[in-house]
């Protein structure tokens, strides 16, 4: 599986758009990016998906670029209850590894007021 | 039911007992995870299951865990001869089939191995 790199934290004001990079410059061709966050003590939720194009759902957006060796996800507004740890992961697309998902450290995002 | 359920929510062990801990996937689902998160950490692949079968195994930390999925819908995570290293919330995921479904996951079994 193709691996991901994220900041290990950012900040964000309340009501101010929230993106968050991540970079998996060893994507292969046939593998989706998602997204998932955490919310403390939460079981993981999933955000959004893409493949090759931006990507739009009513929690976010997914800007994959045009060599898909990065993505970032977008939260337009960000709210206090966005304060989470967001996960992004390159999923298995064959072998054994099909389907697999491999959390890396994510990003710690912090709301504040 | 609605979502992924795991149960029980919480167990407390002694050291050298054996837990099981039991997920119950959406309905339909075929691909089923389990994953560990220690305190403060990211999350661990222990092993995900197609249908019934377990094409990746390769997260089980020792030959201490075990697990198995029958009728294509519950699965049992065993650990045997808990060590206090153990203690973690134990995390399981369900997924339709298909490259590119989402996964769902339950709350968690947290458990304490005292």
């Known amino acids: 599986d193709a691996k991901t790199t994220q900041p290990p934290s950012m900040d964000c004001a309340e009501g101010r758009a929230a993106n968050l990079p991540c970079n998996h410059s060893?994507?292969?061709?046939?593998?989706?990016v998602y997204w998932y966050r955490q919310i403390h003590s939460q079981g993981p939720q999933y955000i959004i998906h893409?493949?090759?194009n931006n990507e739009t759902n009513e929690m976010a957006s997914l800007i994959i670029t045009e060599d898909r060796k990065s993505s970032t996800l977008i939260l337009p507004h960000a709210t206090l209850r966005d304060t989470a740890v967001y996960y992004c992961?390159?999923?298995?697309?064959?072998?054994?590894?099909?389907?697999?998902?491999?959390f890396g450290q994510g990003t710690i995002l912090t709301v504040h007021p | 039911g609605a979502g992924v359920s795991q149960s029980p929510s919480n167990k407390v062990t002694e050291k050298g007992k054996d837990v099981e801990l039991r997920c119950d996937p959406i309905?339909?689902?075929?691909?089923l995870y389990w994953y560990r998160q220690r305190l403060g950490q990211g999350l661990e692949f222990l092993i995900y299951?197609?249908?019934?079968?377990?094409?990746?195994k390769s997260g089980l930390p020792s030959d201490r865990f075990s697990a198995e999925r029958t009728g294509e819908s519950v699965s049992t995570l065993t650990i045997q001869r808990t060590q206090q290293e153990d203690s973690a919330v134990y995390l399981c995921?369900?997924?339709?089939?298909?490259?590119?479904?989402?996964?769902?996951f339950g709350q968690g079994t947290r458990l304490t191995v005292v």
């Open positions: 995921a369900s997924r339709k089939q298909g490259p590119n479904t989402e996964a769902f």
């Open positions: 060893t994507i292969s061709g046939n593998e989706y």
């Open positions: 893409g493949l090759k």
């Open positions: 992961i390159v999923k298995g697309a064959g072998g054994t590894s099909y389907g697999k998902l491999t």
């Open positions: 309905s339909g689902h075929t691909a």
């Open positions: 299951f197609q249908g019934n079968s377990a094409p990746d």
